[in-house]
Nanobody
Framework: QVQLVESGGGLVPPGGSLRLSCATS?????????MGWYRQAPGKQRELVAR???????TYADSVKGRFTISSDHARSTVYLQMNSLKPEDTAVYYC?????????WGQGTQVTVSS
Protein backbone atom coordinates (compact mmCIF):
# COMPACT_ATOMS: atom_id res chain seq x y z
CA GLN A 1 0.00 0.00 0.00
CA VAL A 2 1.31 3.43 -0.99
CA GLN A 3 0.26 6.50 0.96
CA LEU A 4 0.02 9.80 -0.87
CA VAL A 5 -0.17 13.09 1.02
CA GLU A 6 -0.56 16.35 -0.89
CA SER A 7 0.23 19.78 0.54
CA GLY A 8 1.13 23.32 -0.47
CA GLY A 9 -2.16 24.61 -1.82
CA GLY A 10 -3.71 27.90 -0.88
CA LEU A 11 -5.24 31.15 -2.06
CA VAL A 12 -3.19 33.09 -4.59
CA PRO A 13 -3.96 36.05 -6.90
CA PRO A 14 -3.88 35.65 -10.69
CA GLY A 15 -0.31 35.59 -11.93
CA GLY A 16 0.98 34.21 -8.66
CA SER A 17 2.83 31.00 -7.90
CA LEU A 18 2.50 27.95 -5.67
CA ARG A 19 4.59 24.85 -5.12
CA LEU A 20 2.71 21.66 -4.33
CA SER A 21 4.29 18.65 -2.66
CA CYS A 22 3.28 14.99 -2.71
CA ALA A 23 4.88 12.86 -0.02
CA THR A 24 4.96 9.11 -0.63
CA SER A 25 5.34 6.25 1.81
CA UNK A 26 7.80 4.19 -0.23
CA UNK A 27 11.35 5.14 -1.14
CA UNK A 28 11.08 3.02 -4.30
CA UNK A 29 8.07 4.93 -5.61
CA UNK A 30 9.92 6.53 -8.52
CA UNK A 31 11.33 3.20 -9.66
CA UNK A 32 7.96 1.50 -9.51
CA UNK A 33 5.63 4.14 -10.96
CA UNK A 34 5.19 7.01 -13.29
CA MET A 35 3.80 9.73 -11.04
CA GLY A 36 1.39 12.46 -11.98
CA TRP A 37 -0.51 15.45 -10.73
CA TYR A 38 -4.25 15.53 -11.31
CA ARG A 39 -6.81 18.22 -10.63
CA GLN A 40 -10.56 18.37 -10.30
CA ALA A 41 -12.46 21.62 -10.58
CA PRO A 42 -16.11 22.07 -9.58
CA GLY A 43 -18.41 20.53 -12.17
CA LYS A 44 -15.55 18.95 -14.09
CA GLN A 45 -13.94 15.53 -14.37
CA ARG A 46 -10.58 14.86 -12.79
CA GLU A 47 -7.84 15.52 -15.32
CA LEU A 48 -4.15 14.68 -15.53
CA VAL A 49 -2.07 17.84 -15.85
CA ALA A 50 1.53 16.60 -15.48
CA ARG A 51 3.51 13.39 -15.07
CA UNK A 52 7.09 12.26 -14.53
CA UNK A 53 8.53 8.83 -15.28
CA UNK A 54 11.19 6.85 -13.43
CA UNK A 55 13.58 8.12 -16.09
CA UNK A 56 12.58 11.73 -15.32
CA UNK A 57 10.72 12.20 -18.58
CA UNK A 58 8.01 14.81 -18.08
CA THR A 59 4.81 15.54 -19.96
CA TYR A 60 2.13 18.17 -19.51
CA ALA A 61 -1.40 18.89 -20.52
CA ASP A 62 -1.69 21.71 -23.03
CA SER A 63 -3.58 23.80 -20.50
CA VAL A 64 -0.57 24.03 -18.17
CA LYS A 65 2.37 23.63 -20.53
CA GLY A 66 4.94 26.37 -20.06
CA ARG A 67 3.53 27.36 -16.68
CA PHE A 68 3.78 24.21 -14.53
CA THR A 69 6.84 22.08 -13.82
CA ILE A 70 6.78 18.61 -12.27
CA SER A 71 9.85 17.28 -10.48
CA SER A 72 10.83 14.62 -7.96
CA ASP A 73 13.25 14.19 -5.10
CA HIS A 74 14.12 10.53 -4.66
CA ALA A 75 15.89 11.05 -1.34
CA ARG A 76 12.76 12.63 0.15
CA SER A 77 10.29 10.37 -1.70
CA THR A 78 8.46 13.49 -2.82
CA VAL A 79 6.97 14.76 -6.08
CA TYR A 80 6.54 18.49 -6.63
CA LEU A 81 4.48 20.69 -8.89
CA GLN A 82 5.74 24.23 -9.37
CA MET A 83 2.88 26.37 -10.65
CA ASN A 84 3.61 29.79 -12.10
CA SER A 85 1.46 32.39 -13.85
CA LEU A 86 -1.62 30.98 -12.21
CA LYS A 87 -5.02 31.66 -13.74
CA PRO A 88 -8.50 31.51 -12.21
CA GLU A 89 -9.21 28.42 -14.33
CA ASP A 90 -6.44 26.62 -12.44
CA THR A 91 -8.67 26.62 -9.36
CA ALA A 92 -9.19 23.00 -8.34
CA VAL A 93 -8.30 20.32 -5.84
CA TYR A 94 -4.94 18.88 -6.83
CA TYR A 95 -4.03 15.23 -6.29
CA CYS A 96 -0.99 13.08 -6.95
CA UNK A 97 -1.10 9.46 -8.04
CA UNK A 98 0.30 7.00 -10.53
CA UNK A 99 -0.24 8.08 -14.13
CA UNK A 100 -1.93 7.41 -16.46
CA UNK A 101 -3.41 4.58 -14.39
CA UNK A 102 -4.04 5.73 -10.81
CA UNK A 103 -3.57 3.46 -7.84
CA UNK A 104 -6.66 2.21 -6.06
CA UNK A 105 -6.87 4.95 -3.46
CA TRP A 106 -6.45 8.72 -3.50
CA GLY A 107 -5.18 11.16 -0.93
CA GLN A 108 -7.15 14.12 0.35
CA GLY A 109 -5.70 16.46 -2.25
CA THR A 110 -4.80 20.09 -1.71
CA GLN A 111 -7.01 23.03 -2.65
CA VAL A 112 -5.67 25.67 -5.02
CA THR A 113 -7.75 28.81 -5.40
CA VAL A 114 -6.71 31.54 -7.83
CA SER A 115 -8.69 34.69 -7.20
CA SER A 116 -8.35 38.42 -6.69
Amino acid sequence: QVQLVESGGGLVPPGGSLRLSCATSRSSIFRDYTMGWYRQAPGKQRELVARITSSSITTYADSVKGRFTISSDHARSTVYLQMNSLKPEDTAVYYCNSAPSPLGSWGQGTQVTVSS
